[in-house]
């Protein structure tokens, strides 16, 4: 069975860094393309940063810049190192794992249970 399970979310002030990880069972995760997705209470799950099977990279807006996703194929593992975090990204942050059936693109198919991130002011 493919499980994937968030680790490393956390209190932090703003300005800070947080590194979330990723970790895969069932799956090798270079086999797929991956991303991470934040939600906060009463909104729809966002996602921040794509891994796609080319090893292309595509980050949203807000976080560009201050988020690196990237991939430890030794330790089947995803990162986000997140830098110079802010209050508005506080949220439960989820890493999903896919499918390319097309250039630049993955369907998510395998979802983690998410970590919280809190960042205070």
């Known amino acids: 069975e493919r499980q994937l399970a968030e680790f490393g979310g956390g209190s932090v002030q703003s300005g800070g860094p947080l590194r979330p990880s990723c970790a895969a069972s069932g799956a090798t995760l270079s086999n797929y393309c991956m991303g991470w997705f934040r939600q906060t209470p009463g909104a729809e799950r966002d996602g921040i940063a794509t891994l796609y099977s080319d090893d292309n990279i595509g980050y949203t807006e807000s976080v560009e810049g201050r988020f690196t996703i990237y991939r430890d194929n030794a330790k089947n593992t995803m990162f986000l190192q997140m830098n110079s975090l802010k209050p508005e990204d506080t949220a439960m942050y989820y890493c999903?794992?896919?499918?390319?059936?097309?250039?630049?693109?993955?369907?998510?198919?395998?979802w983690g249970q998410g970590t919280q991130v809190t960042v205070s002011s």
């Open positions: 999903a794992a896919g499918v390319s059936y097309a250039t630049d693109s993955c369907t998510f198919n395998y």
